[in-house]
């Protein structure tokens, strides 16, 4: 069949096909103009026969989240530890490699991220936001915090943007927050995903004992390779490293989502200080055992602590401290329960003298006690093997470091 051309239209046809095209023109232009993007059109008419137009979209510059990513992300760096042993007799070696991310915090070249990204590792390399990699060496460790010092050394040329942090002591829920790291390593570098604060509370946590320090609960989702990155305010500012995540609760099993959780910045200053100062961390020390009425109580749940124990030579024997005291106060504030006294202790310096007040044979008595650094802290702790985070219900969290 041959191809057959129509004739041309007639001219009230053509009248009335131009008129409909110029009425469309019209709508859009009416459209557009309705969402402010009233230039973009004229050029679209103009170019009507060149195909596809492009529609400038407004700038979202002045997004928090756009804003946050842009000033922080210069700052997060990804941390791979390959760790190598040999294995049967003829030198063959098993190679095994770890991702995390890290925080630039001097523009030395000081970077602080998560103890258990690079425990065990042989060999530790940081990977800038621009892709340059480094060898690191580790400036020190504290694995009851599981927080770690990294350095690197990279040319003179090489700028290093320090991240700005702040304090978390003035951390509320329900502030919205930004979680920045390299999720599942390489795969996904420099991600970022947004949330808030969903509390703050005290968890039995850390490496190496059952440390107790406060951490900030977050919905913003933070996942394996997270960990050593930062959480951070709508100012761009580190509120905290985001460490870990729990997948489901210790005996029932039930999955959870939206339970991840980051050491708080206040906790990362004093650690990072203390072990650019000494290598490892100082701890105070009182020197006595304590016995709980309810060891299953809840971190908001009040809870009697007796004295089972006194070191001698300690600072609270010192004091007169006795077993069978029945621990009050603390610098004047009532002692909740065990996680209070804890976290008040860990906040406490090495030297400090504070006023621990105790029922002593059903007498009110106000003891001062002058802290002394604990034993066998005077050098850098072994490593830990262990990678199992406690709940504050004393229950085992199946949770996997973010």
């Known amino acids: ?35 402010g993007a009233f230039v973009p059109i004229i050029r679209a008419a103009a170019g009507l026969a060149a195909g596809i137009v492009m529609v400038s979209q407004p700038s979202q510059q002045s997004d928090p989240s756009v804003q ?29 490699t770890d991702y995390g991310s890290g925080i630039i915090f001097n523009a030395d070249g000081y970077i602080v991220t998560n103890d258990h990204v690079i425990n065990g590792g042989t060999t530790i390399t ?14 020190g460790t504290d694995p009851s915090t599981d927080l770690a010092v990294l ?22 829920p329900g502030e919205p927050v930004y979680a920045l790291g390299n999720p599942l390593g390489p795969q996904f570098p420099n991600t970022l995903t947004s949330g808030v604060v969903s509390a703050i509370r005290p968890m039995l946590y850390g490496l190496a004992d059952d440390r107790i320090t406060e951490m900030i609960q977050t919905s913003a989702p933070i996942n394996p390779g997270n960990s050593g990155g930062a959480l951070a305010n709508s100012d761009a500012e580190v509120i905290g490293i985001t460490s870990m995540k729990v ?32 290598g490892y961390v100082q701890r105070p020390y009182i020197g006595i055992s304590i016995e709980q009425s309810n060891p299953n109580a809840l971190p908001t749940q009040a809870d009697q602590l ?32 065990y996680y209070q006294l804890v976290v008040d202790l860990n906040a406490a310096t090495v030297g400090e003298t504070v006023d621990l007040g105790v029922l002593q044979n059903d007498e009110p008595v106000s003891s001062s006690i002058t802290l002394a650094l604990a034993p066998n ?19 085992i969290l199946p949770a996997y470091g973010a």
């Open 1 to 35: 069949m041959e191809n057959m051309e129509e004739p041309p239209a007639p001219r009230s046809q053509r009248s009335w096909q131009w008129r409909a095209m110029l009425v469309g023109l019209v709508g859009v232009v009416v459209g557009a103009g309705a969402m």
């Open 68 to 96: 946050v990513y842009n000033k922080l992300s210069p700052s997060i760096v990804m941390v791979t530890s390959t760790t190598s042993e040999p294995i049967g007799f003829f030198g063959q070696t098993t190679t095994a």
């Open 126 to 139: 940081v990977t800038l936001n621009g892709g340059e990699s480094y060898p690191a060496t580790v400036v």
């Open 151 to 172: 350095k690197i050394s990279p040319p003179s040329d090489v700028t290093l943007p320090p991240a700005i942090f702040a304090k978390s002591n003035a951390v509320v």
């Open 247 to 278: 997948t489901q609760t210790g005996e029932t099993n039930v999955p959870a989502i939206g339970l991840g959780f980051a050491i708080p910045s206040d906790t990362v200053q004093m650690v990072v200080d203390q072990i650019l100062q000494y």
């Open 306 to 337: 007796t004295v089972t124990a006194v070191a001698p030579g300690s600072p609270a024997a010192a004091a007169g401290i006795e077993v069978g005291d029945l621990l009050q106060t603390w610098q004047g504030a009532p002692i909740l329960n």
């Open 377 to 395: 802290a005077n050098s850098p702790p072994e490593p830990s093997s262990s990678s199992t985070s406690l709940s504050p219900f004393g229950e």
